[in-house]
């Protein structure tokens, strides 16, 4: 673990580690891609992504978890950020993702979304992650399928409805419990 508190996790393929100062432009970018962004609420502009950026930084000061800017470790570019979120008032811990256009298709969010899982899961010791997805964001829905998440109910984020996908973890009451129902 570097000495900023945060681990860094890897693949063959990337690298999660914490923001640097250096992701801004990359990340300003990213979440102000009308395409890439759409599902996230107004686009952002470079102070606020600024800020953006050192709120999901902040969490790993306040939680013990959050976010980590991931990079492809080949050649170092910036793709995104994947991590925990928690903030006041959300319906529990979120593994979220987010990648910039140029990462699309390639599986990197499937990939960092399952390493945090994982980590989540064995470091933690959480019982259940949850993801809130906008119904129509369905490169999302996929990522969330595919690390494991189902459908769970509904919520309202910010004036917005949104599915809740949920997954509990292996070994898990819950994981327990929702086996014996079918």
Known sequence: MPDDGVPELRT????????????????????ADPEGARFLGPLLHRE????GMAMHAGQWALRGYGSWAVQQRRDGSFLGRVGLWHPEGW?????????ARPAWGHGYATEAAGLAMRWAWSTLGLPRLISLIDP????????ARRIGMSPAGEAEICGHR???YAVDAPGSDADARSANRW
Not at 91 to 99: A, D, H, N, Q, S
Request: aromatic share 10%; glycine share 4%; charged share 20%.
């Open 12 to 31: 063959p393929r990337i690298l999660m580690r914490q923001f640097r100062q250096s992701d801004l432009d990359a990340y300003a970018a990213m979440v």
């Open 136 to 143: 129509d964001n369905l490169a999302s829905v996929a990522v």
């Open 48 to 51: 606020q992504a600024w800020r």
């Open 162 to 164: 949104v599915v809740v």
């Open 91 to 99: 319906p529990g811990i979120e593994l979220g993702w987010i990648l």
